[in-house]
């Protein structure tokens, strides 16, 4: 499963994990990073910067960090929105814990909202990021203006997701006979297979996005800004212990009655073409992209061109 995990979620699916690093006090100056404490004592980075509306970034991953996002073009969002980037615990330059629940998760945004005396903002996750944003506007949502989800999910480890890119895996392997219908039990361990072929041909950053060059200048930012794993690492490999993550939270979207932006890529093959078809908020608006997983930096005017509509309004 961990496997299954890494190569759908994170930008490094076809090259492992990255290393650990340890921080230093430079590092953290020259990232102009700001620090506090959460209420259970776990020192969380962040950063401040642009001008307006204060919007959160919910990193995906899970546990990916921010910094990837803001140097791949999402701190142009920075011209028109104060742009709160948050480093959840146990990723980027934040500190280790023992508790990663979803619970504590959405407690670490609410705290950070309140230490920076924030009345209301919007939120704007990525990815695996969607279920810990969807949870904290479903708790506090007097603190959310909009939420705003870019090719994010809300039931990691679907069904249908994991039929989609089995099939779009065997047209790129050219598969004689096409697709066929795959029992669900037998969905982890054919994707295992395909996903390997895809990697012995060099293919495997197809999920994300079509541009090889896009993952390798990732892999480049990742090394700049060193980041720890932990999060990500426990939620992966531990899911008996940490069942939350894996639930299907497209039912409780439709008792969320904030103002939502769907941004969603036509070739986002990481969460799936049709995922957001089973989001349900009653005061939705879906903006389909050309492109993959990436569109923040893929097609980076048309992603802006949405949130400042939806902003707008």
């Known amino acids: 499963m961990r496997h299954f995990i890494i190569l759908l979620f994170t930008p490094f699916l076809f090259f492992g994990w990255p290393r650990p690093i340890k921080h230093t006090a430079s590092d953290h100056q020259n990232q102009a990073k700001s620090y506090f404490l959460t209420s259970d004592t776990v020192k969380l980075a962040y950063k401040i910067s ?6 959160m970034y919910v990193p995906g991953g899970p546990g990916q960090g921010y910094a990837t996002f803001e140097k791949l073009k999402g701190d142009n969002l920075e011209k028109k929105l104060k742009m ?12 280790k814990s023992d508790n990663y ?24 996750a990525h990815s695996f990021g969607g279920i810990i944003a969807i ?9 959310v203006r909009g939420l705003i989800l870019a090719n994010a999910t809300l039931h990691f480890l679907n069904t249908a997701t994991l039929q989609q890119q089995i099939a779009y895996g065997d047209s790129l392997l050219q598969v ?7 029992p669900k039990d037998s969905l982890l361990p054919q994707f295992f297979k395909v996903s390997a072929a895809l990697r012995k041909k060099r293919m495997g950053y197809r999920f994300l996005t079509d541009d090889i060059k896009t993952i390798a200048l990732m892999d480049k930012i990742d090394s700049l ?10 939620v992966v490999t531990k899911p008996e212990t940490y069942p939350e993550y894996y639930q299907d939270y ?13 941004i969603t890529g036509d070739q986002d093959h990481a969460i799936g073409v049709n995922h957001y078809k089973s989001f349900q908020f009653p005061s939705q608006k ?4 050309n492109g993959g997983h990436l569109l923040y930096y893929e097609n980076n005017d048309a992603f802006l061109k949405a949130i400042w509509e939806f902003c707008g309004k």
Do not use: W
């Open 50 to 55: 642009g001008n307006g509306i204060p919007c």
């Open 84 to 95: 709160i980037y948050m480093d959840q615990r146990g990723s980027g330059a934040s500190g």
């Open 101 to 124: 629940h979803l619970d504590r998760m959405v407690e670490d945004i609410e705290e950070l909202r309140q230490n920076l005396n924030l009345k209301k903002m919007y939120l704007l």
């Open 135 to 143: 949870n904290y506007a479903k708790k506090y949502p007097q603190y």
């Open 176 to 182: 004689p006979g096409g697709h066929k219908v795959i």
């Open 225 to 234: 800004y060193p980041r720890i794993i932990d999060f990500g690492t426990d």
């Open 250 to 262: 497209s039912k409780m979207s439709g008792e969320i009655g904030l103002p939502t932006l769907i």
């Open 286 to 289: 879906t903006v389909s992209i």
